[in-house]
């Protein structure tokens, strides 16, 4: 069974800063490209960033670039988001997601395996 498990999400100010966490089971996480995808209110599920299986590559999407960090820890099977200089649009639930891509996509049906997700509240 596969399991993947955000924790870390909250309320915080705009300008603050917050770190997500993703555990992952039943996968082989040290070969699997890891995403993290974001969904507001009344909006679609979209693309925040992406880091390969080794860690070697990572990218974002532009609107987080420069203050989100994507990083991972295989030997712990988890993965990381540290978000800082947070604004009111960053609010929405945040999903992990696992996929077999090298190089990942910025396409959620790319991902054949997600998280419950974790919310993020940035007030104002």
């Known amino acids: 069974q596969v399991l993947l498990i955000e924790s870390g999400g909250g309320l915080v100010q705009a300008g603050g800063s917050l770190g997500l966490s993703c555990g992952a089971s039943?996968?082989?996480?040290?070969?699997?490209?890891m995403a993290w995808f974001r969904q507001a209110p009344g909006k679609e599920r979209e693309f925040v960033s992406f880091?390969?299986?080794?860690?070697?590559?990572?990218y974002y999407e532009d609107s987080v670039k420069g203050r989100f960090i994507i990083s991972r820890d295989n030997a712990k099977n988890t993965l990381y988001l540290q978000m800082n200089s947070l604004k009111s649009e960053d609010t929405a639930v945040y999903y992990c997601?696992?996929?077999?891509?090298?190089?990942?996509?910025?396409?959620?049906?790319?991902?054949?395996?997600w998280g419950q997700g974790t919310q993020v509240t940035v007030s104002s």
């Open positions: 997601a696992a996929t077999s891509l090298i190089m990942g996509t910025r396409k959620d049906y790319g991902y054949p395996y």
């Open positions: 039943g996968i082989p996480f040290n070969k699997s490209g």
């Open positions: 880091i390969s299986a080794n860690g070697a590559a990572t």
